[in-house]
């Protein structure tokens, strides 16, 4: 018996195991310790090696990250049961002439065994080897069945992700002309009852990005079904609202409150992804534009000032920004692709 192999095999298997489950039915546990820093490289490379503008190839970071990290497990846990087989001479042997196979032999009696693929060259020599034998195929079924539910899953938030961003956009190509559309000439209108929409979607995309860190990676090929650009339209034109319209002509302050507090729930996702605030402040809302077309404005100063006090959360909000390889609204048209 070669220890040396037999613990790391078993190490390598446990360690496949928990990073599977804990990122796929661990909802308040993000991504497991190497899947997250895995899927972050990865985007980190593709961000590297890809032009910045060109987002349609860019779109395939996510379904890449997707895939590598299923297969990053399933080779794990391959890997781990060769080692723990091939720790012992004569676990395993020929069924035709007895002769024990190499490390080869007990990788290829490991995949067909994980994914039951039919009876192969070689079969176990005892008892142990048996029952372990049959872990294995219970463990790969198990694998493939949570990885098939995970990609499911993923695919599910992922619309409700591009539906919200492709409401937000539909309104308004930035936060100021978001807040201007609204603005009836005496009162905001049904604002309340988009809010209440919109409070409503990102909490469950919240919790969504929270299970499954993983939508972070998934790139919009156009601005208009971009999540980062969306929620930054939506939280500044919130920003303008009550802080820079006068307080007597504001949405009522619950439905203020509620979205701003979903959208920093949303906000809180984004250290599992390993997503940071800018060291930079984002552009100010063009304040005069909304002055022009006769909303309640306070002075300038002031709303300048409440800026000041909001400089992390806008920090954060450029960060996301960035990460998704977009930029500040308003969006652009001419780079819709």
């Keep these: 018996m070669d220890y040396f192999y037999l613990i790391l095999g078993i190490i390598i298997t446990f360690w496949a195991f928990l990073e599977g489950l804990w990122t796929t039915i661990w909802v308040d546990g993000g991504s497991a310790p190497l899947t997250g820093r895995l899927t972050t490289w ?19 970071a996510g379904p890449t990250i997707l895939t590598t990290t299923i297969l990053v497990w399933i080779i794990m846990i391959w890997i781990g049961w060769s080692l723990i087989f091939y720790s012992a001479p004569g676990s395993l042997n020929d069924t035709s002439d007895k002769t024990v196979p190499d490390f080869i032999g007990h990788m290829w009696y490991v995949a067909y065994t994980m994914f039951t693929v039919g009876n192969g060259d070689f079969a176990p020599t005892s008892d142990t080897w048996q029952f372990l034998s049959s872990l294995i195929a219970f463990g790969g079924m198990t694998m493939v069945t949570l990885s098939v539910t995970y990609v499911l899953q993923v695919l599910s938030a992922l619309v409700t992700k591009r539906a919200f961003a492709a409401q937000v956009t539909s309104i308004a190509s930035s936060s100021e002309e978001f807040v201007i559309d609204q603005w009836t000439g005496k009162d905001f209108g049904a604002i309340e009852l988009q809010l209440n929409t919109f409070s409503s979607l990102l909490s469950t995309l919240s919790e969504q990005h929270l299970a ?9 090929a156009q601005p208009s079904k971009a999540n980062a650009v969306a929620v930054v339209i939506l939280d500044e034109a919130l920003t303008i609202i009550e802080h820079g319209i006068k307080e007597e002509n504001q949405p009522a302050q619950t439905i203020l409150k509620s979205t701003r507090q ?12 390993f997503i940071s605030a800018s060291d930079d402040l984002p552009p100010v809302p063009k304040f005069r534009s909304l002055k022009e077309k006769g909303l309640p404005v306070v002075e300038e100063q002031k ?19 960035q990460n998704d390889a977009w930029y500040w609204p308003p969006i652009k048209q001419s780079q819709n692709g």
């Design 212 to 220: 499954y860190p993983i939508l972070h990676y998934y790139h919009a």
């Design 42 to 60: 990865i985007w980190r490379g593709m961000r590297a090696i890809i032009p910045q503008r060109n987002h349609r190839t860019l779109s395939l």
């Design 262 to 273: 979903s959208i920093r729930s949303y906000l809180n996702t984004l250290r599992a992804a």
């Design 303 to 321: 709303f300048h000032n409440k800026l000041e006090e909001l400089k992390d959360r806008r920090k954060l909000l450029l960060g996301l920004i």
